[in-house]
Every structure is written in C-alpha cells, then in structure tokens.
C-alpha cells in the first residue's frame, strides 16, 4: 500500500506560503487566516511546525487584528469570526495566546450573539451553526465561556437537529457533515452531548462511507478527503467511531496524495491544495496513522496544544 509522503507534503505547505503569486494564493488572498491555520496545524501534526518563523507569523497574525476585538482574513480586511478562531488556534499552537488582549477578543465573539441564542459571523448578520460552534470553541479556548449564554446558544444548536439525527446549518437546514461537526463539537466542549441520539447520528454518519473507502458529507454526493475530518471527528465525539472501515479510509486519503510533489486533493488524481492537505492529515491523526500527532476531534487542535491551555491557569 501506499504510505504518506510526510517529507513532500512539508514541502508542499511550506512552498504554498511562497508562491504568492500563484492562482491559489489569489483566490484564498481574502482567507489568508484560514489557509496558515490549516497549513501550520498540518506542519505540526507532521512535527514540523519549526520549520515555520514563529515570530514572523505571530507578528503578521497581529497585522489582521481590528480595533473591535475580531481579527480579519489578511492584513487590511475585515473582521469575522471565522478568521478570528483561525488566529486563536494558530497563536495557541504556538504558545502565543498571552499576545491577545483577551478580554476585547472575547467581548468581540460573545457580542455576536442574537437573542435566539445563535451566533451572526459579523457585524452583517449571517448566522449559521458554524458560527456557534466558532464561538464555543474560541471563547473555550480563552476561557472565557462564561461571557454568553451557554444554555442558549445549545438550545439555538438542539433546534438545528433534524429527524435524521443530524444538524443543519439553520432550523430546518438539511444536515451536512460539516454543520454535523460543528453542531456535535459545541456540544462536546460544553458537556452537552446528551442532546444527540448517538445511535441515529451514527448511523447517518456511518453511511457516508462509500465502495472507494471515502466519505462523502451527504447522501448522493461524492466522496471528498475533508469529509474524513468533518464525519470522522463526529463518529469519534460520539464514540461510534468503529462503524466505518477505517483501513479503507486510510486507503482512500493515501491514494489522493500527489506522490511527485507533496499535497491532497478532494478525491484521487485531482489538484492538490492547502484545505484538502490539512484535513487529510488530520483524517490520518483521528485514525492514529503512524508518524502522524494525535488531534482533538472538538478543537481541531493537536492534543499536546489542547492538554497546555487546560492545564495553564
Ligand atoms: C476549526 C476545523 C475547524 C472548523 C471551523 C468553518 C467551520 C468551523 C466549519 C465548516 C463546516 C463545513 C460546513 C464544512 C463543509 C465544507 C464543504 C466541503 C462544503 C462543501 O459543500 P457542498 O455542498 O459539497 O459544495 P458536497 O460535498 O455536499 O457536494
């Protein structure tokens, strides 16, 4: 079988950053924030997070924080929270989170809070599960929970569950596996995975296995690498993770590996690129590849990071 090509995906990562360029450094100029979480969590799941300049990236980090609280997807936009837990994981990976001002970076997230208990992304008002999950996770990470109403922000989530044990990115919304991860992550860190029939949940999720091993985030929908993070982290949060074939999974992320130059791709033999490398490798830590840093499957951060911040006061 083929094994993963750690080496060549450091490479790839660390090039990504360089080609500045390049139509993917173009077109992802906006979520920068989210492309150096997704490529310094892989570097450090592949123990090469040393290979990056701390201080360089901490310092630009810094550049994309807004006066609000929020920090922005690139140096000059605007503030959002998807790009504001990017900035907290990538500081907390690298020990950093003492740089924040945590009390505004907090009031800024809890201050997206709707009356509902949802959560808007920004000052424009979308809402959306991912954005609740967002906010937990963040505001977990700075231990600063208490600044929302926890019970309405699950109550919020528990109206986004469907008949078909999973959750939407709205009442009523189709479950997805990637609202499913957000949805079950939040519960997860706020001790509230009581909500979920497990049974029913993991069946769904179970069923996106298909005959090439991978998983697909939907019924009828195609197999996609993000998905072995999305629906494997779910399964894991549940504990039903030993319903689906893990060997045929493993299988499955190996064979969209660019063997020559280093990266994954959504399915075998498609372009590479940063999303599908990260939780590619993410997928292999969750399904304890050898070589590869165990993840917490509610943080999306490695273990050793999520194990520092609970034990510093
Ligand atoms: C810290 C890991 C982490 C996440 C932060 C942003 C976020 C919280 C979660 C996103 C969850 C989500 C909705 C993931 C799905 C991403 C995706 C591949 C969507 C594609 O959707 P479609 O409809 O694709 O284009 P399908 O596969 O259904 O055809």
């Known amino acids: 079988m083929v094994q993963l090509v750690a080496d060549k995906h450091v490479r790839y990562i660390l090039m990504a950053e360089k080609k500045k360029e390049s139509f993917e450094s173009v077109v992802m100029d906006h979520l920068r924030m989210n492309g150096a979480y997704w490529g310094l969590t892989a570097l450090d799941l592949l123990e090469k997070l040393g290979s990056v300049s701390k201080d360089e990236v901490v310092s630009w980090v810094m550049t994309c924080y807004h006066e609000s609280g929020g920090f922005a997807g690139n140096t000059g936009h ?20 003492d740089i924040l001002d ?4 907090s009031s800024y997230v809890a201050g997206l809070q709707n009356e509902d208990g949802s959560f808007s992304g920004d000052i424009w008002g979308e809402i959306d599960t991912r954005f609740s999950y967002i ?8 231990k600063c929970l208490d600044k ?8 919020y989530i528990v109206s986004c569950k469907n008949l078909d044990g999973g959750f939407g990115c ?8 990637g609202q499913i991860f957000c949805c079950v992550g939040a519960l997860a860190i706020t001790g509230n995975l009581h909500h979920v029939d497990k049974d029913l949940l993991g069946w769904w999720l179970c069923e996106r296995q298909g005959k090439t091993g991978g998983l697909n985030g939907r019924p009828e929908k195609l197999p996609d690498v993000c998905y072995s993070w999305w629906v494997l982290s779910s399964l894991i949060m549940i504990d039903r993770v030993h319903w689906i074939d893990k060997a045929k999974l493993v299988k499955f992320i190996l064979d969209c590996q660019d063997l020559d130059n280093g990266g994954i791709s959504d399915r075998p033999d ?8 990260y939780f590619g490798v993410a997928g292999l830590s969750l399904l304890e590849y050898h070589g590869v840093k165990a993840i917490d499957p509610a943080y999306a951060l490695p ?4 194990n520092r911040i609970i034990f510093t006061k």
């Open 78 to 97: 605007d503030p959002h929270i998807l790009y504001t837990l990017s900035a907290v994981q990538i500081l907390a990976l690298f020990d950093k989170l």
């Open 102 to 105: 945590v009390g505004k970076v």
């Open 135 to 142: 906010a937990i996770c963040c505001l977990s990470i700075l």
């Open 148 to 155: 929302i109403n926890v019970k309405k922000a699950v109550d």
């Open 170 to 177: 709205t009442p009523g919304a189709e479950s997805h596996a």
């Open 270 to 277: 498609d372009a590479v690129d940063i999303f599908h490398t």
């Open 303 to 306: 273990v050793d990071v999520i």
